[in-house]
């Protein structure tokens, strides 16, 4: 085997938790001479197709980032259009996503947004909280460092002090400490970074960059990105057993 050929590949094996950034929707729409609008709205049919795909493959959790805490940058028009398109989203898809048996988290800065999107949010997720196919995490107002602070914050809140503070204690602050870490973090849309998405989380995560639009990322495009984790050597930052046996003998 040459030194870069791919190490395994189990077929069986599939990742518990993928998270997700969907980027490529103002490209999608302006290639089609459309609005911005039009791109982010078919990348919210595109997550409920890929939701689909996830649940049938047996993944337990996902998270898509829908807006970043810097996504306030962005022109009014299009900021209020992605407001009103996660609203509309929740009424058109809450009962379809409640059928598929997916249960709804919201994880980000709830103080930002009006009461009305809150409202929508809380009852999203308690009217999902008993379905237990996949947990989908919706990252809005959301953003790596300042879930790393909010957790801080917290745990200082609830009187931990310095000794007690360790990774496991402040994951458990963490806006998804109900969930594991990823195990694929996919990225859409032709760039290589990870824009402030799950920091904390994604230490240990697989990364697989896509250069499809997020609203042409389907079925195909999960599975390659499956394949892919397959062929990934997941070592934690030990090393394998059998490696770890000949370094000893040496
Ligand atoms: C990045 O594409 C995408 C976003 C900032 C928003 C993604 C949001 C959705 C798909 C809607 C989610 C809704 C729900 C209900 C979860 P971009 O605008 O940066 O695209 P570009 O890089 O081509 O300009």
Redesign the pocket.
Known sequence: MSSCAPVSSETSIVPRHVAI??????????KRFLP?FF??????D??VKVVQACIDRKIEYVT?????SE?WK?PSD?VSG?MG??LA??SR?LARMGSMGVRIRIVGDRDAVSDKLRAAWNEAETATQHNTKLT?S?A?NYGGRWDVVQACKQAMRAGVSPDQLDEAKLSQFMAMSYAPDPDLFIRT?G?VRISNFLLWQVAYSEFVFSDC???EFGETQLDAAIQEFRLRDRRFGGVKTADAVAALGA
């Open positions: 950034v969907m980027d490529g929707n103002g490209r999608w729409a302006k911005r791109g982010h709205k078919a990348g919210v595109s997550l898509v980032f829908a807006f970043s996504n962005r299009e992605l398109l996660v989203a929740v898809y989908l919706v809005f849309g760039e639009l997020w609203p």
